[in-house]
């Protein structure tokens, strides 16, 4: 079955961006966290987003924002990656189509948390907890805990630690509905390995085909 979401996260260049939307991404990531490596302020964000194509989408991920933060991204980006401690009501005040929710997952107990989510189908993402990081480390979940939540939901993005080396076996055993990478396709926070994003998107594609 083909993934609905392939995105590149943590681009901070419209040149990379262009590429990256050319070579079959369908969500380019950007930043807005100034507490980020990778952060970006709004004017990039919109230099972005008008250097994409191929009808791929840019997503925002911010953490914590408030709501008037949240409609200014809104009126460039497609969608917003709330990655902080957001509530369901506070996210509840944007599109739910325009809005995916993160969780850091460290054990089962955390999938209680997620579960008023999955009841207003919301799209959410998976990635690893890290003490006092919000994203973006590299680290990767348990794939079995994974699979758990991707068995009781079926609009879950993977996340953390994917790479062209693992993306197929961990796609193959957890079903997700969508993959997000970003620390291991660079060079340093920001800059893409564009090789890499080139292998990582192609091993996405022909996973869809077996």
Known sequence: MALAFIKICGITGTEQASVISELGATHIGVVFFEKSPRHIDLRQITRIKQSIKNNTKIVVVTVNPDEKVVKELLDTADMIQFHGDESIEFISRFPKDRVIKAFRIRSEEDIEMMIPFFEENYTVLIDAYKENAYGGTGKQINPDLARKITQA??????????????????????????????????IKPGIKDIEKVRKFIETVRNGEKT
């Open 153 to 186: 939901y079926n609009r879950v993005i993977l996340s953390g630690g994917l790479s062209p080396e693992n993306v197929g076996q961990l796609i193959e055993q957890i079903k997700p509905y969508g993959v997000d990478a970003s620390s291991k396709l660079e």
